[in-house]
């Protein structure tokens, strides 16, 4: 057997698979490998860290080695390890020597962990104190079992695992918990001591990254009890961390005016003046060469701010930014203070009086030879880094008040402001108290120059007095040239008022309520964010007793995170401040449920309404608060090892189901499809941000539900619009569709269907290409449209946007390509008067109308009208209604359409999707091959319009303003973007009059 020995407290990168971190392997057990002559040990021994330079200096360059396992499996794969150390040599008088090690341990279900370790040579007074070495391991096989036990922590239990089977490949193998140390385990998942976390810590960084298939639909518990232990130890970590009043998950921390946006009384008034450029710049030569810093190109120097010339480094420019006017260039020279304010040292080091002091942080400001403030930036903290006299080793302290103060005013510029009380944080974009208690604002860029929000800010120097602050700003991303770092130097006032210190906040971990989680309807409750403020987030969680061990808690989490949608600056128009809110209700073995609706000041209550989630023993269920005869979504809970859950149907969810189905009244119709709409929050969990787990959406595949999903639409479809080909698509075979009586369902569909009202075969022989396209055009009522219909021919824009080439459908023949005129038709006001931001709004007359994407604009009607179509509950079931803004301040009103307003806003348009003198109207769903023919008015009904062969796809398709034909783009359905092979082309037919 081999093994090796590792280092010191280090950082390192975890590869796939659960993975043993930290550790550290003796050298000797490699001498054992190499030489015993009895069996090979069925285990290895891995050291503690090493407390000191020598002693990892002392391991050998590189060793290999492995030990096999026998797990009672046959063939097993072994347990190897590796490891390289490099030694770097010192640098007299500037860097210290340094030892590297890298190890890498393969397990037997092969898995690989990689670390990197880096310990310097600890010469007195050159570092700060180490934090304690990690203890010792030591992982054996023994009667067929893999034990794992981290030795000198008293309070981690012994960890055996069993092998159940071989993994996907046959050099893998899966484990479980064995069942005594399932019960060593369970104390101490509730216990909070100094001792417990520091067992939890141990344990869990054994298996911190463990495969986890605990999400399955068909998941083995006891088979994934690995995975589920792993979670185990990070909830209890958690709570442990949070007990003793730390907060695990803020990394980074928001700004306190978005973490308590209730304080605002607490946040200082900083104001900031006007930006004002002063020119292009480079970046300080040499800023942090070799890992250490170097002092700024930009200081202050007598109430003027100088630039330091780079060509020569031996001469400066400064403005003055009273007089507003820059002075002639003079010998460099950056004052008394130099000679202690500078930021001296080489490769990772500070240069403290005579000593080079590893670096703790970023440095701020030299506040004496001796003492220099750092920034933390996880902590959002400032702490001092001092070198006492004599030998003695560096410390860290907080700040004093009249040192920063001190400091500030004899420096040549810094970071603080208002006498030190206050630091900028210029890559968070923020500035953050000195002094605690502490608290960090987001600080607003933006200015008649324009925002500033997406530019890099970089070298802020605050002038002594306070009054001013420099800045070299970068470019936005995405514009930013890699091989030019030039960048604007802008000068800005300050102004703070008076200020009274922020109250310390509570903890901002999820509050632990007992009573329902609710998923609150979308509101719109304030002003939104700028887009430099982080997202405000609520949180509320419940404990739930699912029926797993009573000591180990579990608690269900909503979250509601709120930001703002897109930059308000570019939509002046839109009324309101829309905000996003991204919703998530959760609870064990990764049940989620999300939405993302865009809410705007002024809008009417959501139609959906709170959401809520109720725990009771071995049960969870969901119901839609305020719609009367709601069926609950009831699921039972198959509970496994340390809390793992599958979660499946329970009966009496489908006897609800049933129950309803049997009804066609129109209470039991809303209760249905609120019901179906729960379950989509589900299906539509995937696509958020915010999901951790890839198998969310699974909860309509459980039992009988995605049968009963079907049922409910074709009742819908039955009661408020026929969809006709919807009956061919419903499952009727199987038990499920007995339960469901869907094939009575399907005859019920097929009756109330009435034929399509156009006659699609004599109109489809008559297609005609009239030429190709590169991209699918863009159709009125869009403000721009590059296909139109002017004086009864079909225009097409020209790729150079300039000129316009018309067909004449009674010639059959193209015009000559002409300038493109401003107003292509007469009715310029039947056109969107600016482009639709999905989720943002419509401008309607002189208002802004908040829209979204399940509501797109199908025909305008007149300067204060708009036909749009709702298809919140799907795109095949549109509800077609008009917008319409009064010519008073009133309310904008919605209203269902007239057969006689939809037929003139068709005849005086550009072409439309209105057809049979508005009694029709074509939808275009993303997903269909070919459009649908809606009726326009109640009751509604679509068809399928079959005008192309499976082989295409119909895009864009559009309707003469006199009704007689029909163009529309064809492209070759599941083919590459190819134009030369599989082109893209523009189709002209004539229309039957619609009887």
């Known amino acids: 057997m081999t093994c090796c020995y590792g280092p010191g407290r280090m950082h390192f990168r975890a590869i796939r698979g659960w993975c043993l971190s930290l550790l550290a392997v003796s050298p000797f057990l490699f001498a054992t490998l190499a030489f015993a002559a009895e069996a090979p040990s069925q285990g290895v021994v891995l050291d503690a860290e090493p407390r000191t330079f020598a002693e990892a200096k002392a391991l050998p360059s590189k060793l290999t080695g492995s030990a096999a396992c026998d797990l009672g499996l046959g063939k097993t794969p072994d347990i190897t390890v590796s490891q390289t150390v490099d030694v770097s040599q010192a640098v007299p008088g500037c860097k210290s020597a340094e030892v590297v090690i890298t190890q890498t341990l393969t397990l037997p279900d092969g898995s690989h962990v990689e670390r990197r370790v880096s310990i310097m040579d600890d010469a007195p007074g050159t570092q700060l104190p180490p934090p304690p070495p990690r203890p010792r391991v030591r992982v054996r096989c023994e009667a067929k079992r893999l034990a794992l036990s981290v030795e000198g922590v008293p309070e981690a239990p012994l960890l055996t695992l069993e092998p159940i089977g071989i993994g996907v490949t046959s050099a893998s193998v899966k484990f479980r918990v064995s069942r005594d140390s399932e019960a060593r385990m369970l104390p101490l998942l509730v216990r909070d001591d100094a001792g417990a976390r520091r067992a939890l810590e141990e344990l869990g960084l054994l298996l911190k990254d463990v495969p986890a298939r605990l999400y399955g639909r068909d998941l083995d518990l006891e088979a994934d009890s690995v995975a589920a232990l792993a979670a185990a130890l990070e909830r209890a970590r958690k709570r442990v961390a949070l007990a003793s009043g730390d907060e695990p998950e803020q990394f980074p921390a928001p700004p306190r005016d978005v973490l308590a946006p209730d304080l605002e009384g607490d946040r200082p008034p900083l104001e900031t003046g006007a930006p004002e450029e002063l020119g ?91 003492a220099v403030l750092f920034w933390r930036g996880r902590e959002h903290e400032a702490v001092v880094l001092e070198v006492p006299e004599g030998d003695g080793p560096p410390r860290l302290r907080a700040p004093e008040a009249e040192e920063l103060k001190k400091a500030m005013r004899a420096s040549t510029g810094s970071r603080l402001f208002a006498e030190g009380r206050f630091i900028l944080d210029e890559n968070n974009k923020q500035f953050c108290s000195t002094h605690r208690p502490l608290g960090c604002w987001s600080l607003r860029w933006d200015g008649p120059q324009g925002d500033e929000t997406f530019h890099q800010l970089s070298e802020a120097r605050v002038s002594p007095d306070g009054r001013w602050v420099a800045y070299m700003r970068g470019p936005t991303p995405g514009k930013a040239d890699s091989d030019d770092e030039t960048r604007t130097l802008v000068l800005r006032s300050l102004a703070l008022g008076p200020y009274v210190a922020p109250r310390v906040l509570a903890s901002t971990a999820p509050r632990l309520v007992r009573t329902d989680v609710v998923m609150q309807k979308p509101t719109w409750e304030g002003p939104s964010l700028k887009w430099d403020d982080a997202e405000r987030v609520f949180r509320a969680r419940i404990s739930c007793d699912l029926g797993q061990d009573p000591r180990i808690p579990f608690e269900l989490e909503t979250q509601r995170l709120v930001r703002p949608y897109g930059n308000n600056a570019s939509l002046p128009a839109c009324r309101g401040d829309p905000m996003i809110m991204y919703q998530r209700l959760a609870a064990p073995g990764g049940l989620e449920f999300g939405r993302g609706p865009v809410v705007v000041a002024g809008d009417s209550p959501s139609s959906d309404g709170d959401m809520k989630m109720r725990c009771e023993p071995g049960r969870l269920s969901l119901w839609m608060e305020g719609v009367p005869g709601f069926p609950a979504l009831t699921l039972a809970a198959n509970m496994g090892a340390f809390g793992a859950v599958r979660w499946d149907l329970a009966p009496e969810t489908e006897a609800r189901l049933q129950a309803l189905l049997a009804r066609d009244d129109a209470p039991a119709r809303e209760a249905l499809a609120a019901f179906a709409r729960l379950v989509k929050m589900n299906d539509d969990a995937r696509n958020s941000s915010y999901v951790m787990n890839k198998d969310e959406g699974r909860i309509s595949r459980m039992g009988c539900l995605s049968t009963a999903l079907e049922a409910i639409s074709a009742r819908r479809a039955l009661a408020e619009g026929v969809h006709p080909e919807l009956h061919g698509s419903l499952k009727t075979e199987g038990a499920c569709a007995r339960r469901y009586g869907m094939r009575a369902l399907q005859q019920r569909l097929k009756a109330a269907t009435p034929p399509l009202p156009l006659r699609v075969g004599a109109v489809k022989g008559k297609a005609e290409v009239i030429g190709r396209v590169s991209f699918v055009p863009t159709l009125p009522p869009w403000s721009t449209p590059t296909l139109y219909w002017r004086d009864g021919t079909l225009c097409l824009v020209q790729p150079d946007g300039a000129q316009v080439r018309c067909y004449d459908p009674a010639a059959r023949e193209w015009g000559p390509v002409v300038a493109r005129q401003d107003r292509p038709f007469p009715r310029e006001d039947l056109l969107l008067k600016s482009q639709y931001v999905p989720g943002m709004c419509y401008l309607v007359g002189s208002r802004a109308v908040p829209g979204s994407e399940q509501m797109p604009n199908v025909l305008p009607l007149s300067s204060r009208a708009s036909l749009l179509a709702d298809l919140s509950h799907g795109e095949l079931a549109p509800e077609f209604q008009v917008i319409e803004v009064p010519e008073d301040a009133g309310p904008v009103r919605t209203r269902a359409p007239t057969l006689e307003e939809l037929a003139l806003a068709a005849r005086n348009g550009g072409g439309s999707a209105s057809l049979g003198e508005g009694r029709f109207l074509l939808l275009s769903p993303k997903n269909e091959r070919s459009p649908w023919l809606c009726t326009a008015v109640r009751p509604w009904m679509c068809w399928k319009l079959p005008v192309e062969s499976e082989a295409y796809g119909v895009r864009a398709p559009l309707v003469s303003p006199d009704g007689r034909w029909l163009s529309y783009v064809r492209i070759p359905w599941g083919k590459p973007d190819d134009p030369e092979k599989y082109p893209k082309e523009l189709v002209l037919l004539p229309l039957t009059p619609i009887p």
């Not at 006017?325 to 003079?330: E, I, L, P, Q, S």
């Not at 930021?343 to 030879?369: A, D, H, K």
């Open 280 to 370: 292009e710049v480079q970046p300080s030569q040499g800023r942090f060469k070799s890992g250490s810093p170097v002092d700024s190109d930009l200081f202050w120097r007598q109430g003027r701010l100088c630039v330091a010339q780079q060509d020569t480094g031996k001469r400066m420019r400064c403005y003055d930014p009273v007089a507003r006017r820059w002075g002639k260039a003079v010998p460099l020279d950056r004052g008394d203070q130099a000679a202690w304010t500078s930021f001296e040292g080489c490769s990772g080091n500070i240069l403290m009086g005579t000593r080079n002091v590893r670096l703790p942080g970023e440095p701020v400001l030299r506040l004496s030879p001796q």
